[in-house]
């Protein structure tokens, strides 16, 4: 079992940043590919990254060149860096881990955080 715990969540004005992180207990992390999705309001639940054992991170299209994922292996943690908010990017984010990529990349990763509420607004 791996237990997940997001942290870093909040308000934030568009343009602005915010860094996600998620605490992974219960087993090392390094085998586990890990990801964030998110999911906005009426919307369902989309892919936002992920990443594996080195990296580099795999990206939607819409959050490329604004968000970055990264993972410290030795603090079994994962994060994912926010830049250039937008308004579209207000969900909650959920941090999520999986032996196969193919798994978590289509939202059915075994393990999953509790979630973070991002908020852009002015």
């Known amino acids: 079992q791996v237990q997940l715990v997001e942290s870093g969540g909040g308000l934030v004005q568009p343009g602005g940043s915010l860094k996600l992180s998620c605490a992974a207990s219960g087993r090392d992390i390094r085998e586990y590919f890990m990801g964030w999705s998110r999911q906005a309001p009426g919307k369902e639940r989309e892919f936002v990254a992920a990443i594996g054992w080195s990296g580099p991170g795999i990206y939607t299209d819409s959050v490329k060149g604004r968000f970055t994922i990264s993972r410290d292996n030795a603090k079994n943690t994962v994060y994912l860096q926010m830049n250039s908010l937008k308004p579209e990017d207000t969900a909650v984010y959920y941090c999520?881990?999986?032996?196969?990529?193919?798994?978590?990349?289509?939202?059915?990763?075994?393990?999953w955080g509790q979630g973070s509420q991002v908020t852009v607004s002015s």
């Open positions: 999520n881990a999986d032996i196969q990529y193919g798994i978590l990349r289509a939202g059915g990763a075994g393990f």
